[in-house]
């Protein structure tokens, strides 16, 4: 792995190939991709702006709240139209504000993304009118922090290196608060505490391309995982997994995109430990490290998840009847589906 150093001490990473070695990281530290232009593109960041990060805009924040409860208390019906315009002038806000909240809305599945580039309410949107009041109230503030970073990790907006008081200063954080969000982060792979001062970001996937390729590679280890010989199901677990995507399926349209990526994540990962290959479990854990963040940002449709939730239980009723061979089939068509769904949302235009 090259590391460069910016006049002001700011290091940053650049692979110069499709995958970087990271040195004491064994055998499967061959999965971190990396993509060379966008370490260009956040290395002249980080030279720039390493020694003082700007604060975020929370207006957009704001807006997205107060949108919801606009189209719940005004029970809007499907195909209803909102223009940045409207928006701007009923909530005194100028228009860029207003058309990143209707991206992340669009995100979430409560608009719909017109051909003109406009936006109009869902399905999803249209029922917000029935949504219990506490669920249109502000949201957790550790929540948003916590997707903040990860949004502007991926943005190239932060150096590879942070310091507490800098996570502290961009994000109004407390030092209780900032402590709970860097838990998370280190639980899920994606930060680490430095041995003198700061914290440091573990590579992830940040392209397009990569991302696809880390999806190619699942069919490809996932099936055989299946039909390794040393394959033992793990019944009490894949029952585990089979509650928790029946709940998260009956409460699909509440579910973060941190809940769904977490109880799907936590199923594959079950069934690769089954196939008893370290090389298999080892090499699947890091790239769902890798891709986490990248998951976050696509856009969300939760017809689709709902829609693999149920494939997810078609795939644990064959492991627990032993029909090993239709499972690693079953979850090669799946895997396959769920790539080619995403690469064609993140696509499309607008």
Partial sequence: MLVIMGEDGAGCGI?????????????????????????????????????????????????????????????????????????????????????????????????????????????????????????????DPLEQAYFAIAEDRLEGKLPERVTENEFARRYDLTRAQLAAVLRRMVQEGWIERLPGHGWQFRPVLTSADTYDQGYRFRILIESAGILEPTFRANLAALRRCELQQRELLDHINDASAADIFNANTQLHETIAECSGNVFIIDALTRLNSLRRLMEYRKSFDRAAAARRCREHLVLIDLLLDGQQEAAADFISRHLRDAANEKSARSEAPG
């Fill in 15 to 139: 692979g110069g190939c499709n995958h970087v070695f990271l040195p004491g990281e064994g055998v499967g530290s061959i999965w971190y991709f990396t993509h060379l232009k966008n370490h260009v593109k956040w290395f002249f960041y980080s030279c720039q702006a390493a020694k003082k990060i700007p604060m975020p805009r929370r207006i957009s924040d704001n807006l997205v709240l107060q949108i919801k409860q606009y189209l719940a208390l005004h029970a809007m019906p499907t195909g209803a139209r909102l223009t940045e315009r409207a928006l701007a002038e009923r909530f005194k806000v100028s228009r860029s504000p207003v058309r990143e909240a209707l991206r992340r809305l669009a995100d979430e599945g409560i608009l719909t993304e017109q051909d003109d580039g406009g936006h109009a309410v869902s399905e999803h949107g249209a029922a917000l009118h029935q949504t219990p009041e506490a669920l249109l109230t502000a949201p």
